[in-house]
């Protein structure tokens, strides 16, 4: 069965830390990975990874995706209270189908 | 903007009812998507489908239906609501050019 793991489930920092976010996927067949954060309502996109080893930066975060070893990052370095979310990591199979991970809940606290 | 929209931020219901669950979006999407969120088990995909009065089950199907009788708006709808039902239902829409889905503001619906 395909799966998405994410880890870890739950992580408390400080602000000003640096923070890395993991998501391994068990997928025989995909063509993107989508990382979204998501605050109180809807989850809004932040990268698409097509290519390994590729990084991608926006700001202060950034992520790469890793085809070989089956697994992509997100970092966030000197976080921010703002920063608090779920950060939810996807996989595209098909047609727009995603297959999500859990979400890593992320606290940045001051 | 793509904007998606979804009928109610909150709902209670009572065991047994039909619930109706609405989202629009005015892009002109394609596809559309309905997810539930609960803790500790991510999005899963309930239904989703490609066009008008098309549809496809996801991974959880069961105890839903879906309608999409014009390309803007698609529901879902709990025939017979039960309180394992009780979750965070969102809505995405995507268009065939993108991969990227955008999602509306979600409803967390509470079945008593």
């Known amino acids: 069965e395909d799966k998405v793991v994410q880890s870890p489930l739950s992580l408390v920092v400080h602000e000003g830390d640096t923070v890395t976010l993991n998501c391994s996927y068990e997928v025989t067949n995909f063509r993107s990975l989508l990382w979204y954060k998501q605050e109180k309502k809807a989850p809004t996109f932040l990268f698409m990874l097509?290519?390994?080893?590729i990084e991608k930066k926006s700001g202060r975060l950034s992520s790469i995706l890793d085809k070989k070893e089956l697994f992509s990052i997100l970092n966030i370095t000197a976080t921010q209270t703002g920063d608090s979310a779920i950060y939810l990591c996807a996989l595209i199979q098909g047609a727009q189908k995603l297959v999500f991970g859990q979400g890593t809940r992320l606290t940045i606290n001051p | 903007d793509v904007k998606v929209t979804q009928s109610s931020r909150y709902l209670v219901k009572r065991t047994g009812e039909k619930v109706f669950l609405e989202c629009v979006q005015d892009m002109d999407h394609e596809n559309m998507f309905w997810y539930r969120q609960d803790p500790g088990l991510g999005l899963r995909l309930i239904y989703f489908?490609?066009?008008?009065?098309?549809?496809e089950k996801g991974d959880i199907p069961e105890g839903y239906s879906v309608s999409r009788e014009k390309k803007e708006r698609f529901s879902l709808i709990l025939e017979s609501a039960s309180t394992n039902q009780t979750s965070m239902y969102l809505c995405a829409s995507t268009t065939d050019s993108t991969d990227t889905q955008y999602f509306g503001p979600g409803t967390r619906l509470t079945v008593l």
């Open positions: 489908s490609y066009d008008v009065k098309m549809k």
């Open positions: 097509t290519s390994s080893g």
